[in-house]
C-alpha cells in the first residue's frame, strides 16, 4: 500500500519534538489539516511573537511554538492566492495581504484563542462567524483539560441571510453581529452587559452544532477551558473524538481511545520503518 509524502511529514514533525526541542515555558502547536482542500493558518502576533502563517496541504502538519505569555488566536484562511513575494488574498479568514499574518483574522472565521501562562486559558469562539471545523486538544496537561471546539460543518445548515458564497458554493457563514451590525446581535450599546445580551435565534444555530465553541460574546463562560502544563493540537475538519498524537516532553502522547493508540502503534512501526525515505520530505515549522 503506497504512503503519502504528507504521512511521513507528519511522523518527520514529530521525531524533531522527540528530539527534545521543547524549550522551557514554551508551547508547542501541532496544527494538522484533515480539510479536503488547502488551508493557511493564521497566528496573530502577540508577547514576543512577530505572527506568522503558512500553507498546509489535505493531512500535512507543522508545529508552532509559543513562546511564554503568548496571548493569540489560531484560524484556517481558505481560497487564498499568494504570489512568488508571499503576496494575495484570501477567500474567508485574511488577514492583511501577505503569507505571514499582519492584521487579525477578517471575518467569519471559526478561532481557537489562547492565553498562555501558569495556567492557561483557550477556548473556540465562532463569535466572528465560522469558516471550518476546528478543534483544540490539550496534551497531557493539568486541570480541566477538555477539548474545545466545532467539529460540525454549519456552511450546509447556514441560514441564507448569513451566508458568504463564491461561484454559488458557501464558503462561510457570518455571525448575526458582522451580518446586521445591530447592537442588539453584537452586544454593543444598551445590550454591553451580560444581563442584556442574551442568546438569539441564530446564535442558538451556533450553539446547538457546536456546544463546545463560544456562540456569541456572553456565552456560558464553561466554553473557556484551563489546563497548565502542556502542549496543544489545533485540528481542522476533524473530530474532538479523533484520536491525535504528538510528542509532549519527549514522550509520545496520544488523545484518544486504546483502539486508536493501538492503531498508532502499527501506524508508528510503518514509519520507523520508512524513516530514510522521510527525511527527504520538508517539514514545515
Not at 522527540?18 to 502547536?29: E, H, P, Y
Not at 492565553?115 to 478543534?135: A, K, Q, R
Request: proline share 6%.
Amino acid at each position: 500500500m503506497a504512503i503519502s509524502s504528507a504521512f511521513f511529514t507528519h511522523w518527520f514533525v514529530l521525531l524533531v519534538m522527540a528530539s527534545g526541542i521543547r524549550l522551557s515555558k514554551c508551547t508547542n502547536f501541532t496544527i494538522i489539516n484533515y480539510c479536503k482542500e488547502t488551508i493557511w493558518p493564521g497566528i496573530t502576533a502577540g508577547k514576543n511573537f512577530t505572527g506568522g502563517g503558512f500553507a498546509l496541504k489535505p493531512t500535512q502538519s507543522a508545529i508552532f511554538t509559543a513562546p511564554s505569555g503568548w496571548s493569540g488566536r489560531i484560524w484556517a484562511r481558505t481560497g487564498c492566492n499568494f504570489d512568488k513575494n508571499e503576496n494575495g488574498t484570501c477567500q474567508t479568514g485574511g488577514c492583511g495581504s501577505t503569507l505571514k499574518c499582519t492584521e487579525p483574522g477578517k471575518p467569519p472565521a471559526s478561532i481557537a484563542e489562547f492565553t498562555l501562562g501558569d495556567t492557561d486559558y483557550y477556548d473556540v469562539s465562532l463569535v466572528d462567524g465560522f469558516n471550518l471545523p476546528i478543534v483544540v486538544k490539550p496534551v497531557s496537561g493539568k486541570g480541566n483539560c477538555q477539548p474545545a471546539g466545532c467539529d460540525s460543518d454549519l456552511r450546509p445548515s447556514c441560514p441564507p441571510e448569513l451566508t458568504i458564497k463564491t461561484n454559488d458554493k458557501i464558503i462561510a457563514c457570518q455571525s448575526a453581529c458582522n451580518a446586521f451590525k445591530t447592537d442588539e446581535y453584537c452586544c454593543k450599546g444598551a445590550f454591553s452587559t451580560p444581563i442584556a445580551c442574551v442568546p438569539t435565534n441564530y446564535s442558538r444555530i451556533f450553539k446547538t452544532a457546536c456546544p463546545a465553541a463560544y456562540s456569541f460574546a456572553y456565552d456560558d463562560p464553561t466554553s473557556i477551558i484551563t489546563c497548565s502544563a502542556t502542549d496543544y493540537i489545533v485540528t481542522f475538519c476533524s473530530s474532538r473524538n479523533q484520536t491525535e498524537c504528538t510528542y509532549h516532553d519527549k514522550k509520545l502522547t496520544c488523545n484518544g481511545s486504546n483502539g486508536g493508540l493501538k492503531a498508532l502503534s502499527k501506524m508508528w512501526k510503518l514509519w520507523v520503518m520508512a524513516l530514510p525515505a522521510a527525511i527527504s520530505f520538508p517539514v514545515m515549522f
